[in-house]
């Protein structure tokens, strides 16, 4: 029975390449263990098995750095067990973010149809917006390029305020989208309270210029005129906020009911 072949009868027998089994020798991966008389160096057929767990791990989608790695130090059932249930877990991690790429190029895909233009800065945002994991990223569209430049120069060097400021908004609309179900009215103790923190968030983003405001609510006008059910959706909401923040901020500068604010 022959026991050792030379490089090129193990390349055949296992259908790869004698340069894939010389560069395995060199990445010190698998190394033969034999030499013949001639000088030919030999692989076993324990070398072999090895090279199919090799291609096995591979085809598996393990790194020939994580082969290397792990392969030596396998000596029972349950050491691999353990690499292989590591292993899964990275590929389910690998498998979540190739789905969160796959949803946002369609989500982009939609907003790009709906921009009309080719505004390659609006993508990029709401691809960031996507990324933060803001749900409302396709207000962006809707907003006034002078907001957009103000917004950028804000944030372009603070990602993590920029995460804060998105995390605070839907936090409170989601809580105030839970009092509207319950029936709470605009006026009530804690639909104030949230006024009063959305208020607050919005005239810190604003740095309080009362110009950034007008294009702010100019923008939300439009939004109302917006047809999509996901907007139609957020605008319902957003009006009950914005009934909210109307009677806060009466209160907070002193305008009466019924009076134009002069």
């Known amino acids: 029975m022959k026991t050792h072949m030379k490089v090129g009868e193990l390349a055949k027998r296992m259908n790869i390449t004698v340069r894939t089994l010389q560069y395995y020798d060199k990445e010190g991966l698998l190394t033969p263990s034999a030499e013949s008389e001639g000088g030919f160096r030999l692989y076993s057929e324990k070398d072999m098995i090895k ?3 090799i291609l096995t791990m ?7 750095t994580d082969i290397k790695k792990r392969l030596a130090g396998v000596e029972t059932p349950e050491e691999m067990a353990q690499i292989l249930a590591e292993h899964a877990e990275s590929l389910r991690a690998q498998v979540q973010q190739l789905s969160d790429a796959l949803h946002d190029v369609e989500v982009l895909k939609e907003e790009v149809l709906q921009i009309k233009t080719v505004d390659v800065q609006k993508y990029s945002e709401i691809v960031m917006n996507l990324h933060m994991e803001n749900e409302y990223y396709w207000v962006i569209k809707h907003m006034d390029e002078e907001i957009l430049d103000f917004m950028r120069e804000k944030y372009q060097n603070n990602f993590d305020g920029a995460v804060a400021l998105m995390k605070n908004m839907k936090r409170i609309n989601e809580a105030a989208a839970r009092l509207q179900e ?8 804690c639909m104030q309270k949230l006024a009063k923190e959305m208020w607050d968030i919005t005239m810190d983003m604003a740095d309080g210029n009362e110009q950034i405001l007008l294009w702010f609510n100019q923008s939300v006008e ?3 005129k917006v047809k999509g059910a996901k907007e139609q959706e957020f605008m319902h909401r957003q009006k009950f ?4 923040m109307d009677i806060y901020v009466k209160k907070l500068y002193g305008i009466e009911e019924g009076s134009n604010g002069q």
């Open 58 to 64: 591979k085809k598996l989608g393990f790194t020939l």
């Open 182 to 189: 319950q029936g709470v009215k605009p006026e009530s103790e």
């Open 51 to 53: 090279l199919l767990h």
């Open 222 to 224: 439009r939004m109302f």
């Open 241 to 244: 906020m914005e009934q909210a």
